[in-house]
């Protein structure tokens, strides 16, 4: 027997998704089945799949619940080749405005909407963009893994960054050799990363600083779904690591610039930690319905 699933298309600056409810729990999609969906040539088509299902149904929303008790949806991402990820920046913004328009959770402005994730709970807020999500703390991997993408003709030192997913950022010289790079093929990173990595090529826009904002602009390889149009926690660790090159003095706010759109990044103290914070649009295009095999 197939599987009649009733999907909305949701996107966040370009970064696309499908997504749909199963409260609880009781369609598990395979890595194959996940792919044809997100295929855009002979399925929906989309950077990755968003399964709403509550926290207390699947084995990784436990430990949300733990962190809090608040957390009744889990964000159960995955990306465009099946593969399960922990968190998706413009994914969440997506699953928030789902979850509101569906009657499935309530958000006053002011008020926080708690989701759980593969990388911990996020908090999320409406703002005048869309929405806010609070990423939690990051954490520096550093190192200097050289990094060799196609039409760029020699590799350069990337700074490994996890914002409960793990980046490469790359600095490059300019936007023409931003332009120049063919993210169509995986990037090669040396030494390749145990879990895989998103990369980010990303260059300072001039001038780099306008009325106390960085701005540089960014392109991406997602793990798991190639080069997107947009990639929320990307964008996180790329001004995160233009911040650390730039040093002392450099901004704690930041707008990115994608092929898809803009996003804001805001770094702040709290008692746990430094965390960081991503806003931008959430936008829910189509729905539909579909039968899988």
């Known amino acids: 027997m197939g599987i009649d699933l009733h999907f909305t298309k949701g996107q966040g600056t370009g970064n696309d998704f499908v997504l749909f409810t199963d409260a609880d729990g009781e369609i598990d999609l395979t890595p194959t089945q996940i792919a044809s969906l997100c295929d855009r040539h002979f399925g929906i088509g989309a950077d990755g799949l968003i399964r709403a299902v509550k926290s207390t149904m699947i084995a990784e929303g436990a430990r949300s619940l733990d962190e809090d008790a608040a957390a ?6 995955h990306n465009a080749d099946g593969s399960p990820a922990e968190m998706c920046g ?3 913004r997506v699953y928030a405005k789902y979850l509101l328009e569906n009657g499935l959770a309530e958000l006053e402005q002011g008020d926080t909407l708690v989701i759980g994730t593969r990388s911990g709970v996020v908090d999320v807020q409406r703002n005048l963009t869309g929405f806010q999500a609070d990423l939690g703390r990051w954490r520096l991997d550093g190192g200097e893994p050289l990094v060799r993408a ?6 350069r030192p990337g700074l490994g960054i996890n914002v409960g997913n793990p980046h490469v950022v790359v600095a490059l010289a300019d936007e023409a050799e931003l332009e120049t790079a063919d993210l169509t093929f995986i990037p090669h ?3 390749e990363p145990v879990e895989g990595a998103n990369v980010e090529f990303v260059v300072p826009l001039e001038p780099l600083v306008r009325n ?5 602009r960014m392109r991406v390889h997602e793990r798991g779904s190639g080069e997107t149009l947009s990639c929320g926690t990307g964008a996180v660790a790329a001004a995160l690591a233009i911040r650390y090159w730039a040093g002392a003095g450099a901004p704690n706010q930041w707008r990115v610039e994608v092929p ?3 996003v804001g990044v805001r770094m702040y103290a709290t008692e746990d930690g430094e965390h960081v914070a991503l806003s931008g649009p959430a936008e829910l295009v ?8």
């Open 212 to 216: 106390g904002v960085g701005h540089i």
């Open 260 to 262: 898809g759109g803009a």
């Open 72 to 77: 009744e949806w889990f964000m159960d991402y």
């Open 90 to 92: 413009n994914g969440i």
């Open 189 to 191: 990173v040396e030494p």
């Open 286 to 293: 189509f729905q539909g319905d579909v039968t899988l095999d």
């Open 150 to 155: 196609k039409n760029l003709q020699v590799a």
